[in-house]
């Protein structure tokens, strides 16, 4: 578990937060959190427009020294720069995270990663704010290459344009692709930056936790409503302390015989099914391929949009029947008929 500010604006507000954190540690309905891994808050702030408060800069390293001294937690901030870095490694700061805007730009990973070089730090990575695994593991690799050993993740979704619940696009398969390609590396989520909205928070780091997550880092603030930076989505001390008393925390494995038992059962049937639905796709690309043939024998275009609407409205009713979203159906026959137009 991750918890601090957004931001850290005072002195008064960083050990007032703590204070908020730390009660809500020892209170009595938190039995599954009794220690905080790292207290957060942002020091230099990436602001999407410029006039926001940007942040207080190095200033609140010494704040933070002051937090990790009074609670004996460690502490983290996010780094841009290499001299972001040289002032954190500098002040004692636990641990850095490299931040979305940031991940993006393979230029200033590069050189972050060489600032690292050798510190002896955790550094963790934010996944890039649009959805690419790519540009996401590209930062890891940089790291990587550059001799950082105690590296970690942080998933805190994608922008989106279309309306959304949520600030961010939760991206859970994002996520779950990275883990696959990095299975050794410890994988956090952030509900806060995919909330945006305290409220929505506590859903997130229960899906986040059901999923299968290495932890959290959530924003909290002493006053919410005061916050210089992401004021809606910080959780209040009570909401903090709520959140950890209520969220339920799953085993990553199970050594129960029965459970072990049934899974296996039911995988198995899964594995049988995948079997059957890609045989079925096969013989239906066979049957795009005649189809193909036949059109360039009797020198027919291949699109026929009237046909293509008639597959999909049939698809989206038979996949209502059998208890399958619209979006669902819809999705994945795009990509099929995507596979029989090349076919053709
Ligand atoms: C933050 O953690 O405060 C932050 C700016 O997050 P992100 O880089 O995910 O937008
Ligand atoms: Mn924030």
């Known amino acids: 578990m991750i918890a601090g500010p957004c931001s850290a604006e005072s002195l008064e507000q960083v050990l007032a937060t703590a204070d908020a954190v730390a009660g809500a540690l020892s209170s009595a309905g938190s039995v599954q959190f009794t220690e905080l891994d790292w207290f957060r808050a942002g020091l230099w702030k990436p602001r999407t427009r410029p006039g926001s408060f940007e942040g207080v800069g190095s200033a609140g390293l010494e704040?933070?020294?002051?937090?990790?001294?009074?609670?004996?937690?460690?502490?983290?901030?996010?780094?841009?720069?290499?001299?972001?870095?040289?002032?954190?490694?500098?002040?004692?700061?636990d641990m850095v995270?490299?931040?979305?805007?940031?991940?993006?730009?393979?230029?200033?990973?590069?050189?972050?990663?060489?600032?690292?070089?050798?510190?002896?730090?955790?550094?963790?990575?934010?996944?890039?704010?649009?959805?690419?695994?790519?540009?996401?593991?590209?930062?890891?690799?940089?790291l990587s290459k550059c001799a950082v050993t105690q590296i970690g993740a942080i998933h805190r979704g994608v922008s989106s344009n279309s309306s959304l619940e949520y600030r961010n696009d939760p991206a859970w398969d994002l996520a779950i692709a990275f883990h696959s390609?990095?299975?050794?590396?410890?994988?956090?989520c952030d509900p806060s930056h995919i909330a945006g909205k305290a409220e929505s928070?506590?859903?997130?780091?229960?899906?986040?936790?059901?999923?299968?997550?290495?932890?959290?880092?959530?924003?909290?603030?002493?006053?919410?409503?005061?916050?210089?930076?992401?004021?809606?989505?910080?959780?209040?001390?009570?909401?903090?302390?709520?959140?950890?008393?209520?969220l339920v925390i799953r085993d990553g494995v199970s050594s129960d015989v029965e459970f072990t038992r049934q899974i296996e059962q039911?995988?198995?049937?899964?594995?049988?099914?995948?079997?059957?639905?890609?045989?079925?796709?096969?013989?239906?690309?066979?049957?795009?391929?005649?189809?193909?043939?036949?059109?360039?024998?009797?020198?027919?275009?291949?699109?026929?949009?009237?046909?293509?609407?008639?597959?999909l409205s049939r698809a989206v009713a038979l996949g209502r029947r059998n208890g399958l979203s619209e979006d669902f159906v819809r999705s994945i026959f795009s990509l099929i008929h995507e596979e029989s137009i090349h076919r053709q």
């Open 201 to 246: 928070v506590p859903e997130l780091s229960q899906r986040a936790i059901n999923i299968g997550f290495d932890g959290l880092m959530v924003e909290v603030h002493n006053d919410p409503s005061k916050a210089l930076s992401d004021a809606s989505q910080q959780l209040s001390p009570e909401g903090f302390s709520r959140l950890l008393g209520d």
């Open 97 to 142: 995270w490299i931040g979305a805007r940031t991940a993006a730009n393979p230029f200033q990973v590069q050189e972050l990663a060489e600032s690292l070089r050798g510190a002896d730090v955790p550094v963790y990575v934010k996944n890039p704010v649009s959805h690419d695994l790519n540009l996401w593991c590209g930062a890891v690799e940089r």
């Open 63 to 93: 704040w933070l020294a002051e937090v990790k001294l009074r609670y004996g937690w460690k502490v983290c901030c996010e780094v841009a720069t290499p001299s972001h870095v040289e002032a954190c490694l500098k002040a004692g700061i």
């Open 181 to 188: 390609r990095c299975p050794e590396l410890p994988l956090l």
């Open 266 to 311: 039911l995988r198995a049937r899964i594995d049988d099914i995948d079997g059957n639905l890609l045989s079925l796709l096969g013989q239906r690309m066979s049957v795009s391929e005649e189809i193909g043939r036949l059109k360039k024998e009797s020198n027919v275009a291949i699109l026929q949009s009237g046909r293509w609407e008639e597959v």
